[in-house]
């Protein structure tokens, strides 16, 4: 085996720098080989670990919506939460089943085509209160359509009932809008103001039953 030089570090780098001048060509014949020079090893930066690692992250506040001290049912659509207005949506199912009654009874008076016109009122009403019953329904438990206790009010000529169901069709539909306004209900409020534009059409029909007099 061939003598190799060894020595410290820089004696080893300054030996192989002189003899690659004397010896540029490795031969076989040459029984002096100098050793590489160690290479420094390259330090290897420590990795920590995750932030999140070998301790539980800590759950983030789930919010007043979700704790359990809440009355059952709030912030729920159609749920107890909103059974302070069951008074009110009863009271707009007895106006639905009033409305109807009295369209059916002033169908029967109409002349010419306003018979049909008056017979389609008298079926939304109907509609409707069956919307705002169901909703009861949902919120309370209990079905409310009293339709034997509520009989037709109007009295009078033909033109001045028109008159008087117009104007309770507009004294509806503001009545909605208000209390939509007050509604957490998304539910509740989307309900009203649907109702709201069906009073104001109906409202439209009725002026143009007028007009046609």
Not at 108 to 123: F, M, T, V
Request: glycine letters at 8%; charged letters at 30%; a neutral charge.
């Amino acid at each position: 085996m061939p003598n190799q030089i060894q020595g410290t570090a820089p004696d080893r780098e300054t030996f192989a720098r002189v003899w690659s001048r004397v010896m540029p060509e490795p031969r076989p014949d040459c029984p002096i080989e100098a050793e590489p020079a160690a290479v420094p090893p390259v330090p290897v930066p420590a990795i920590s670990p995750p932030p999140s690692a070998g301790r539980e992250t800590p759950r983030a506040d789930p919010g007043p919506a979700c704790r359990r001290d809440r009355p059952a049912g709030e912030g729920l659509p159609l749920s107890e939460g909103s059974a302070a207005w069951l008074g009110e949506l009863q009271g707009m199912v007895e106006r639905a089943v009033a409305g109807w009654k009295e369209y059916r009874s002033l169908s029967r008076r109409a002349p010419g085509g306003g018979s049909r016109a008056l017979g389609a009122l008298a079926a939304e009403e109907h509609r409707q209160g069956k919307r705002l019953a169901a909703v009861c329904f949902l919120i309370g438990g209990a079905w409310y359509w009293p339709e034997e206790r509520i009989q037709p009010a109007l009295r009078g000529a033909f033109p001045l009932c028109l008159r008087e169901r117009f104007r309770e069709e507009q004294r509806s539909a503001r009545r909605l809008l208000a209390m939509a306004e007050e509604m957490e209900d998304p539910a509740l409020r989307a309900l009203c103001r649907e109702l709201a534009a069906g009073e104001l059409r109906h409202a439209a029909v009725l002026r143009r039953l007028v007009e046609e007099l």
